[in-house]
């Protein structure tokens, strides 16, 4: 293995597990000594300190890890203070509204009105954050309850609940056969 070689093995695994790992394992990998790969290592430091780069690498005892650089620390901040865009789909959409209309509700609940499974899309709303546990029905089994949170009304523009559109009994109905339909067009196999 060439020196170059050498380095991208170890700045990947430094990337990779994210956290410091030990001189002597990084030497295991690359099949060298571990005064070698302390030699490749301080030369990484040095090119990522001297170049215009982002990240450098820091010496925790006999480990290295690889992370941000403290001068990029205002530009992180301004990254995580952004607000997220989410790609909704209909599903997950649709999903959102039995919840937003019918909370507190459980899972089994939602399935019901949808007549799909949810739980996928479900985890993805409370990843999203627009969805959140309120706890458990006292009933058979603890199922969870589902609600919308603040930055679901934040999201669609609203103060409350009370501020979402009433629904006609026209759209529940369009809304139960959509739901019929696609349950109709999930094929089992037997």
Same mark, same amino acid.
């Given at each position: ?11 990947? =695994?430094?990337?990779? *597990?994210? %956290?410091?790992?030990? @001189?002597?394992?990084?030497? #295991?990998? &690359? ?27 820091m ?21 995580a ?6 790609? =909704?789909?209909?599903? *997950?959409? %649709?999903?959102?509204? @039995?919840?937003?209309?019918? #909370?507190? &509700? ?25 969805v ?45 056969? #959509?739901?019929e339909?696609?349950?109709?067009a999930?094929?089992v196999?037997?």
């Open positions: 293995m060439t020196r170059e070689e050498a380095k991208a093995v170890i700045e990947s =695994i430094l990337f990779t *597990m994210g %956290e410091a790992v030990e @001189v002597e394992r990084l030497a #295991q990998v &690359i099949e060298e000594d571990k005064n070698y790969t302390r030699e490749l290592i301080f030369e990484m430091q040095s090119e990522y300190d001297n170049g215009q780069r982002g990240i450098t690498i010496e925790l005892e006999d480990s290295f890890q690889m992370c941000t650089k403290a001068s990029m620390y205002e530009y992180l901040i301004k990254i203070k952004t607000p997220r865009k989410y790609n =909704i789909t209909d599903s *997950m959409l %649709e999903t959102l509204s @039995v919840i937003a209309y019918k #909370q507190p &509700i459980t899972r089994i609940e939602i399935e019901k009105v949808r007549g799909v499974s949810c739980d996928y899309t479900i985890n993805r709303l409370i990843e999203f954050g627009l959140t546990e309120l706890g458990r029905k006292d009933a058979p089994g603890k199922p969870i309850l589902f609600g919308t949170t603040e930055e679901f009304l934040r999201s669609f523009g609203v103060k409350s609940l009370d501020e979402l559109p009433e629904l006609s009994q026209m759209q529940i109905e369009e809304f139960r056969e #959509q739901a339909a696609e349950a109709s999930v094929v196999d037997v």
